[in-house]
C-alpha cells in the first residue's frame, strides 16, 4: 500500500533537469507541492500530463504551490523533455527508483511505471493522492485539493 493522505512524504533530493540537486527540504515548510510520478519522458501520456501541468501552472503559482515531475529518466533526457514542451516546473531524475519506492508507487499493469500524483500542504503532509493511468485528469485533481487548503 503506498502513502495515503495524513502521511508526510519523506525527505529525498534528486538531480533537477538542469543537472541542479533539488532537495524537499528546500521546499517543505514553505510551500505547498504537487509531485507526481510518470512512467517516461516524451511518450503520448506522459507528454499529455506534462503539458496539462504546463498549461495549468500559473493557476498553481496562484495557489502558491510548487510542481514536482519525477521519472527514473536521465537529468539529460529531462533537459530535452523539459525544453521541447516548454514545461516551467521541476522534472527530478529518480534514476535508481529510490524516491518512488520511499513513495511506495506501485507499477501499473505489472510493468509500466505507476502515474501517482500527490498534493502536500506546506509541511508535507499529503492531503491528496491520485492514480490514475489516465495523464489528463491529474492537474484538475491537484488544482481541486489545493483549492480545500484555501478555504
Known sequence: MGLKVGDFIPDF???DQFGNVFS????KGVKPMVIYFYPKDDTPGCTK?????????EDFKELGAEVIGISSDSEESHSE???????????L??????????????????IIPGRETYVTDKNGKIIMVF??????????EAIEALQSLNQ
Open 131 to 140: 492514480n490514475s493511468m489516465d495523464a489528463t485528469r491529474h492537474t484538475d
Open 24 to 27: 524537499s527540504s528546500q521546499i
Open 49 to 57: 500530463e506534462a503539458c496539462t501541468f504546463r498549461d495549468r501552472y
Open 93 to 110: 531524475a529518480d534514476r535508481n527508483n529510490a524516491v518512488r519506492k520511499a513513495f511506495k508507487v506501485r507499477k501499473s499493469l505489472l
Open 81 to 91: 523533455f523539459s525544453e521541447k514542451y516548454k514545461l516551467p516546473f521541476i522534472l
Open 13 to 15: 533530493s534528486l538531480n
